[in-house]
């Protein structure tokens, strides 16, 4: 061989480990930009969900608060609604990890981190093998 041909091959070998990291590249900026997209839709619609959640629940319990003072002294009916959303507060507060932690952390993880690989059950199943 020659040195030209040796040349040849390494440039075309150069070229093609040149083009195959701007892949990875490339590859690596689209699921960055794919997953920063899903974030940030996923906080959008949390915060519009919030924003209308909130609304409602303030109309249910001006409303809650308006039909029970009906039926007793309105300082009392409101002091029971508010006392309903002192009552929620606290078991939010109290299953925080159940309700808001876990799910978040779910979600950010099958986000961000691959699936892992699956096996099949009778691989990890070693009691069904009766060893003579």
């Known amino acids: 061989m020659s040195d030209n041909e040796n ?18 590249v490339e590859d690596a900026r689209l699921n960055a930009t794919e997953k ?39 300082v009392w009916a409101f002091i029971i609604v508010a006392g309903f959303f002192l009552l929620l507060m606290a078991l939010l507060i109290i299953f925080r990890t159940q ?7 779910r979600y950010m993880s099958r986000l961000l981190l691959p699936a892992p690989k699956t096996t099949k059950p009778e691989d990890n199943d070693k009691s069904a093998s009766i060893p003579e």
């Open 7 to 24: 040349n040849t091959g390494l440039s075309a070998i150069s070229a093609t480990i040149r083009q195959y990291l701007q892949l990875l």
């Open 36 to 74: 920063i997209t899903r974030l940030l839709a996923a906080i959008a619609l949390a915060s519009l969900l919030t924003i209308v959640i909130t609304a409602a629940l303030l109309f249910a319990s001006i409303s809650a608060g308006l039909a029970l003072s009906m039926i007793m002294n309105p």
């Open 99 to 105: 309700l808001l932690l876990n799910p978040i952390a």
